[in-house]
């Protein structure tokens, strides 16, 4: 199989990814509510383990739509897919423990890391909306630790809000590829 074709299949089985970030926006916002209301430890608890079924939960979103939720056994992609999502939860160990000193730092570091981790969904999908996805998730991160910490307490609620709006045109664009012969 090409590299071509596998791309258009993770588009075509997961609809052009938009489940993921839909899923991680519902995460993001309860993680910032938990810091903003509750406590910034409980906080990296929800986002360290609500991550964790981030997966999970878009596979019973796409499942809810119909059609398949998973790339075939064997599907040359599969690895791609969880080398990548194995990055985000050992990189928060680090967002943790700096969220640990310094708590205000968590929710930002984490966005850096999430962010990063999409540049791999670029290969993956075949698809350059997921670089502009990871490029506005590192830099509002980077943003509210180095540049506007008066951002930081809100950094997981903007980030919770363009994951929500980044699924929109996710979705839309497997639409859309789907309609084209």
């Known amino acids: 199989m090409d590299v071509t074709q596998a791309q258009h299949d993770v588009r075509r089985v997961y609809r ?4 993921g970030p839909l899923v991680s926006a519902v995460i993001w916002a309860a993680a910032s509510a938990t810091y903003s209301w509750g406590s910034p430890t409980a906080a990296m608890a929800v986002l360290f383990l609500g991550g964790m079924l981030i997966f999970p939960l878009s596979s019973l979103v796409l499942k809810a739509m119909g059609g398949p939720a998973s790339l075939p056994k064997g599907h040359p992609s599969i690895a791609l897919a969880m080398q990548s999502a194995f990055t985000v939860p050992l990189g928060m160990l680090v967002s943790i423990a700096l969220g ?36 506005i998730l590192v830099a509002l991160g980077a943003t509210a630790i180095f540049a506007l910490p008066m951002l930081r307490a809100l950094s997981g609620w903007i980030g919770a809000a363009v994951l929500l709006a980044a699924s929109i045109p996710l979705y839309l664009s497997h639409r859309a590829e789907r309609r084209t012969p």
């Open 100 to 135: 640990a000193l310094e708590p205000s730092l968590f929710l930002p570091a984490t966005l850096i890391i999430v962010g990063a981790h999409y540049l791999t969904f670029i290969s993956l999908y075949g698809m350059k909306a997921y670089g502009v996805l990871a490029g």
């Open 16 to 19: 052009g990814g938009f489940s």
